[in-house]
């Protein structure tokens, strides 16, 4: 800040996530011009989005106002601290990360190690941790810190599959606190999720924060095949028709009038559809991964049929070809 050396920052991580604020400094400046100078060391890549100025007691101010009213709420606390952003900074960590089809990215150890990340709690309370681990017969036991505390959780299961694991809870006063990940043996984890409980009433399962005290809609289903179900709602609210099926974002839920509604899945806690709508009526939930394998050998047949003609035909020609599967392209986007 005005030719003054402020701050470096190396914003190295081993799984490449998301844009991230960082706390830089805290200047005090006089009314008028100043400049701001940034410089790459020439060691790596920086990536900048923005950079905010705020006057720190305007900052204070709304912190406090943000934490007094969470202090306030009645609403429980829930955070989602994904594995590979969370447990992933240090970019020598000996744990690694892999996709999992239609999940999410798992972090695993390749020899034992343990990783930490920090989490602010604004409300001082207990805390009960949940973690979303893939279970199978070659897994063994997650261990979470939490300041130094350990919760464990056995990740063995006779068929691979997801689950939410019950860690147990924690009381944590209000601040910063160090959660930490190990393993005895291997695990793969997917995500942590922490929710504040009231008067140390541990929950059995995450499912149910996440329940409703207004009237549940009726909903009665037919399975006319395994890509399509045919629903007769009763509803006094809109509501999410959770869909038990393992998340795919080819499912739609097609009501009577013809809106398309794309499922949520999010994080995993509900995955479902999202439907606006009281009254009685009907609607279908479809596949319609169908359609783009139909749609798909169209497109193949059409691109193999171009292919051979550009062969034998003049640059003029196939500059006019080319245009007309330009704008065939355009049409098949629109349409989905
Ligand atoms: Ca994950």
Same mark, same amino acid.
Not at 243 to 255: K, T, V
């Given at each position: 800040?005005?030719?003054?050396?402020?701050?470096?920052?190396?914003?190295?991580?081993?799984?490449?996530?998301?844009? +991230? $604020?960082?706390?830089?400094?805290?200047?005090?400046?006089?009314?008028?011009? =100043?400049?701001?100078?940034?410089?790459?060391?020439?060691?790596?890549?920086?990536?900048? !989005?923005?950079? @905010?100025?705020?006057?720190?007691?305007?900052?204070?101010?709304? /912190?406090? +106002?943000?934490? *007094?009213?969470?202090?306030?709420?009645?609403?429980?606390?829930?955070?989602?601290?994904?594995?590979?952003?969370?447990?992933?900074?240090?970019?020598?960590?000996?744990?690694?990360?892999?996709?999992?089809?239609?999940? !999410?990215?798992?972090?695993?150890?390749?020899? @034992?190690?343990?990783? /930490?990340?920090?989490?602010?709690?604004? /409300?001082?309370?207990?805390?009960?941790?949940?973690?979303?681990?893939? +279970?199978?017969?070659?897994?063994?036991?997650?261990?979470?810190?939490?300041?130094?505390?350990?919760?464990?959780?056995?990740?063995? @299961?006779?068929?691979?599959?997801?689950? $939410?694991?019950?860690?147990?809870?924690?009381?944590?006063?209000?601040? %910063? =606190?160090?959660?930490?990940?190990?393993?005895?043996?291997?695990?793969? &984890?997917?995500?942590?999720?922490? %929710?504040?409980? +009231?008067?140390?009433?541990?929950?059995?399962?995450?499912?149910?924060?996440?329940?409703?005290?207004?009237?549940?809609?009726?909903?009665? #289903?037919?399975?006319?095949?395994?890509?399509?179900?045919?629903? =007769?709602?009763?509803?006094?609210?809109? #509501?999410?028709?959770?869909?038990?099926? @393992?998340?795919?974002?080819?499912? *739609? %839920?097609?009501?009577?009038?013809?809106?398309?509604?794309?499922?949520?899945?999010?994080? =995993?806690?509900?995955?479902?559809?999202?439907?606006? *709508?009281?009254?009685? #009526?009907?609607?279908?939930?479809?596949?319609?991964?169908?359609?783009?394998? !139909?749609?798909?050998?169209?497109?193949? &047949?059409?691109?193999?049929?171009?292919?051979?003609?550009?062969?034998?035909?003049?640059?003029?020609?196939?500059?006019?070809?080319?245009? *007309?599967?330009?704008?065939?392209?355009?049409?098949?986007?629109?349409? #989905?």
């Amino acid at each position: 800040m005005d030719d003054l050396f402020q701050t470096e920052v190396k914003p190295e991580a081993k799984f490449w996530s998301e844009p +991230k $604020w960082i706390n830089l400094t805290n200047l005090n400046l006089r009314k008028g011009d =100043h400049i701001i100078t940034i410089r790459n060391d020439g060691k790596g890549y920086n990536d900048i !989005d923005s950079i @905010a100025i705020i006057e720190t007691s305007k900052f204070q101010e709304q /912190k406090s +106002k943000i934490l *007094r009213a969470i202090k306030e709420s009645e609403t429980p606390i829930v955070y989602l601290l994904e594995a590979e952003i969370n447990f992933l900074e240090n970019p020598c960590s000996k744990w690694n990360y892999k996709k999992y089809p239609y999940n !999410d990215y798992l972090i695993y150890p390749e020899e @034992a190690a343990t990783e /930490k990340t920090e989490l602010y709690i604004p /409300k001082e309370g207990s805390y009960q941790f949940f973690a979303r681990v893939l +279970k199978g017969p070659e897994c063994g036991v997650l261990r979470l810190l939490v300041d130094g505390k350990v919760l464990n959780a056995s990740c063995y @299961a006779e068929n691979p599959g997801f689950e $939410w694991l019950n860690l147990g809870s924690v009381y944590l006063s209000q601040g %910063a =606190h160090e959660i930490g990940v190990c393993a005895e043996g291997y695990v793969e &984890l997917d995500l942590i999720a922490v %929710a504040s409980i +009231k008067n140390g009433k541990q929950l059995n399962s995450l499912g149910e924060l996440f329940q409703g005290s207004f009237e549940k809609p009726t909903v009665n #289903f037919e399975k006319l095949n395994p890509c399509e179900y045919r629903v =007769h709602v009763k509803a006094e609210e809109s #509501f999410i028709l959770v869909f038990s099926d @393992a998340y795919h974002p080819l499912w *739609r %839920a097609i009501l009577d009038d013809g809106t398309e509604v794309k499922p949520v899945n999010l994080y =995993h806690l509900v995955n479902g559809f999202f439907i606006n *709508r009281t009254g009685e #009526f009907n609607l279908t939930v479809r596949f319609i991964g169908q359609d783009y394998v !139909d749609l798909g050998f169209k497109i193949s &047949l059409v691109t193999f049929i171009s292919v051979l003609g550009m062969l034998a035909i003049p640059e003029r020609t196939y500059l006019r070809v080319r245009r *007309r599967l330009a704008s065939l392209k355009r049409a098949i986007y629109r349409r #989905f």
